[in-house]
Each structure stands twice: as C-alpha cells, then as structure tokens.
C-alpha cells in the first residue's frame, strides 16, 4: 500500500511531498482502506507532514525581510533569522 519508504520521502520537493500527503489523506478519508493499511497509510503521512513542515520551516530562514529606516522608507535587506532585528 505504500509507495515509497520514509527514506525516499527526504528527496521528495515540497510540492511532490505535499501531492504525496493529500493523497494520503484522500485514501484515509475515503474508508475504504482496512485498518492494517489505514496505520501504514497515517505513518507515511506523518513522515510527509514532517518533510513538508521541516521544507516550509527552511524556506523561511532565507526569506529576507525589509529593513526600514527612520522614515518609514526602505533602507535595505537582512536575512529573516538575524538575531540582530
């Protein structure tokens, strides 16, 4: 029932990750999957949550955020997880 192991879900993009989880999802809503597959099924859609979550979480530490001087007015960039905004 599940196509790929944990391991290969780590080279999976965020995207692919994420088709990867609705489906899942959709299989699990659907009912018609017996119990022993439904556990297996919730497992792999745990790992994608989590690869999907750790991806979405470094995307954010590259976003980089506007820098605003006195006026209001941009003065520049620094990355979102400086520890000196």
């Known amino acids: 029932m599940v196509e790929t192991a944990a391991s290969d879900i780590a080279g999976l993009t965020f995207e692919d990750a994420l088709r ?3 489906d899942v999802v959709r299989k699990l809503e659907s009912g018609e999957v017996p119990l022993d597959d ?3 099924l919730y497992e792999r859609g745990e790992h994608l949550r989590k690869h ?3 991806r979405l979480d470094a995307a ?3 976003i980089e955020r506007i ?3 006195p006026d ?3 003065t520049g960039t620094q990355p979102f997880d400086d520890p000196g905004r």
């Open 20 to 22: 990867a989880l609705e």
């Open 38 to 40: 439904s556990i297996t």
């Open 52 to 54: 999907c979550q750790a």
């Open 60 to 62: 954010q530490l590259r």
């Open 67 to 69: 820098v605003a001087g």
């Open 72 to 74: 209001g007015n941009a």
